[in-house]
């Protein structure tokens, strides 16, 4: 039975990671030379994970749904805020129902006689789907929608549908997104996170960092956004240096850091992989990550191993015991990666009434400060944090 739960626990992660970060794959950028960074290529996500009715026994990772009250709903005004996420989805559930959740929580907690409702609707993983029931809803009276979640709907639905009301889509745009007035991208995205550390760490007077680049897609996209945003601050690319084998690796990672006068490193990688190498890298410069290596939970091996690394985070991570998140009535599953779907979908309520009155999108979120960018785009600003090995999970230490 643990054998069957650490699987399932994988599983879900690499699935929750497609969802959250996005489904854009790029081409590996190996060596530790300055090279070209490719731009990233769509691709539709790829799920693995176990169906939901064994989620439910086997898996450590699991999202719990919210106490349920008794107390009647006011009576609202006309108009509703539409939740359209692939329920329907086995593969997609466990990321639909920590979404659905978040939504919920919002809506129950700050939700009033002068807000819209919150309507659930449930669809396959198929675009002309998703098409069809959104041409519904502006009829049946939405003034807001939140969703789709794929890449491949989203882009069906700019392409083909008509944008009367807001549409919160919950993935990033790529290249073959039409931009369209009402459209908003609302995500989780990895390479927005690696672009903000970027940016930071210039800010801070580095300039000659050394990017470590994990052995997955997902690290090759943090080098891709971490190199853009480099490139656009310094006028030059930064230097690459792909993890394989940390022992192995060892002594050429402390030769590279040595003879490239390297003031920084970031890491591109996830948690395992950035705690083997971190001894490796020593403490004489600062060393930066992305949340990807917090996935909760650490043994306190894991977290001696990564002390002292900066990296960035959502708010309802780091603060776990905040007050103002009480309201929320939210029993905190084992994997951040769950907790940050329910962050962003509490702040995608928010955005939704925000947007349904054409007020100002400029908030304290759960999942970061929110912000209305240029294109569509809604930016999260994530808070820097330092990784302490005194803390069990989510360290509340704030970076100088």
Known sequence: MHAKALLFASELRSALGSVLYG???????????AAPVIPPVAAKPTFTIAAQANAAEASAVHVLPLVPTTDPKP????????????GKSKAMRPAVDAIKAGVLAAEKS?????????????????????????????????????????????N??????????????LNSFDEKTLRRAQLYSFSLSIEQEAQQMAKHMFDEGLRMPLVLQGDSPLSARMVQGFA?????????LPKIFTLKDARSQAQLLRDQLKEGEHDSVFFAANSR???????FVGNERPVYATSQINPGHLSRTARVD???IRYLEAPWILNPFNSDYTLLNRIRSKSNDVERLFALGVDAWKLATLLSKKEEINFDGLSGGISLGS?????????????????????VIPAP
């Not at 009576?75 to 692939?86: K, S, T």
């Not at 009033?112 to 029931?133: G, M, R």
């Not at 853009?228 to 030059?236: I, L, P, R, V």
Request: charge should be negative.
């Open 75 to 86: 009576v609202r005004r006309d108009g509703f805020i539409a939740v359209l996420l692939p």
């Open 375 to 395: 294109g569509g785009l809604i930016v999260r600003e994530l808070t820097l944090n330092t990784f302490s090995s005194a803390e069990e999970s989510a360290p």
């Open 110 to 154: 700050n939700g009033n006689a002068e807000l819209p409702v919150v309507k659930i609707f449930d669809t396959d993983d198929l675009p002309e789907e998703v098409l069809e029931q959104f041409k519904q809803l502006s009829q049946q009276g939405a003034v807001a929608v939140i969703g789709p979640l794929t890449k491949p709907s989203i």
């Open 228 to 236: 853009d945003a480099w490139q656009e601050a310094n006028g030059s």
């Open 273 to 279: 992989q950035t705690r083997l190498s971190r001894p």
């Open 156 to 169: 069906y639905l700019a392409d083909t549908g008509e944008f009367d009301i807001p549409v919160i889509a």
């Open 306 to 308: 990564m002390n002292g």
């Open 23 to 33: 489904a854009v794959l790029l081409t590996a950028i190996a060596g530790c030379a």
